[in-house]
């Protein structure tokens, strides 16, 4: 199982951008995964988690109502729709599976992640 996250940009505050999560190596429908951040000399928060049957949805409160996670399971990709970005979101965004099957946000539960992608919000 590989986990491979794209689409990390410089974007002014209030813009949006989209991340990628692109599995491969089994089949994505199997697995819950979530998206983390981690900025420097910060501990790295979980921001949002969808299950494998992509009925539930978890996201951390300061996430919630400007992020959603979904997923593709015929191209095996999680996407992160990020919008009303502010500087405070400047962060490398991870991905990773769930091997817990809880969907939490607790990095703990999480055994294999991408390498990250940067995303940095200016003012």
């Known amino acids: 199982l590989q986990l491979v996250e794209s689409g990390g940009d410089s974007v002014k505050t209030g813009g949006s951008l989209t991340l990628s999560c692109t599995i491969s190596?089994?089949?994505?429908?199997?697995?819950?995964i979530a998206w983390f951040r981690q900025a420097p000399g910060r501990k790295r928060e979980g921001i949002a988690c969808?299950?494998?049957?992509?009925?539930?949805?978890n996201y951390a409160g300061s996430v919630k109502d400007r992020f959603a996670i979904s997923r593709n399971d015929i191209y095996n990709i999680v996407y992160l729709e990020m919008s009303s970005l502010k500087p405070e979101d400047t962060s490398t965004y991870y991905c990773?599976?769930?091997?817990?099957?809880?969907?939490?946000?607790?990095?703990?539960?999480?055994?294999?992640w991408g390498q990250g992608t940067q995303v940095t919000v200016s003012s």
């Open positions: 990773a599976h769930d091997y817990e099957g809880l969907c939490s946000l607790s990095p703990a539960e999480y055994d294999v």
């Open positions: 190596g089994a089949t994505l429908d199997d697995y819950d």
């Open positions: 969808i299950t494998k049957a992509g009925d539930r949805t």
